[in-house]
Nanobody, 117 residues
Framework: QVQLVESGGGLVQPGGSLRLSCTAS????????MGWYRRTPGNQREFVAS????????NYADSVKGRFVVSRDNAMLSVSLQMTNVKPEDTATYYC??????????WGQGTQVTVSS
């Protein structure tokens, strides 16, 4: 069973930066898309950002554009999310996500990000 292992969450002050990383425990064939979702304290699941494995297409939620950058390392089977100028509304549990060409989804266990002074 493939596991996606996340790291990098924690407490950060408003305006600060944080980097989340996610690595697959073993090779996943035919990955199409890698990215991040988050679940807010109000229990809303939100798309955050994604990248195609080839890196040709990057997508971001409007709420994080210009502040977050998603990147991937295909050789390491990993995806990262660089968060800058974070805001209290970015507080959430962040989940990495891989999707294959046949539509299979893989999810990480979640990492908590809390933005507070």
């Amino acid at each position: 069973q493939v596991q996606l292992v996340e790291s990098g969450g924690g407490l950060v002050q408003p305006g600060g930066s944080l980097r989340l990383s996610c690595t697959a425990s073993r090779n996943i064939l035919r990955i199409m898309t890698m990215g991040w979702y988050r679940r807010t304290p109000g229990n809303q699941r939100e798309f955050v950002a994604s990248t195609t494995r080839g890196g040709g297409t990057l997508n971001y939620a409007d709420s994080v554009k210009g502040r977050f950058v998603v990147s991937r390392d295909n050789a390491m089977l990993s995806v990262s999310l660089q968060m800058t100028n974070v805001k209290p509304e970015d507080t959430a549990t962040y989940y990495c996500w891989f999707q294959t060409f046949d539509g299979t989804d893989y999810w990480g266990q979640g990492t908590q990000v809390t933005v507070s002074s």
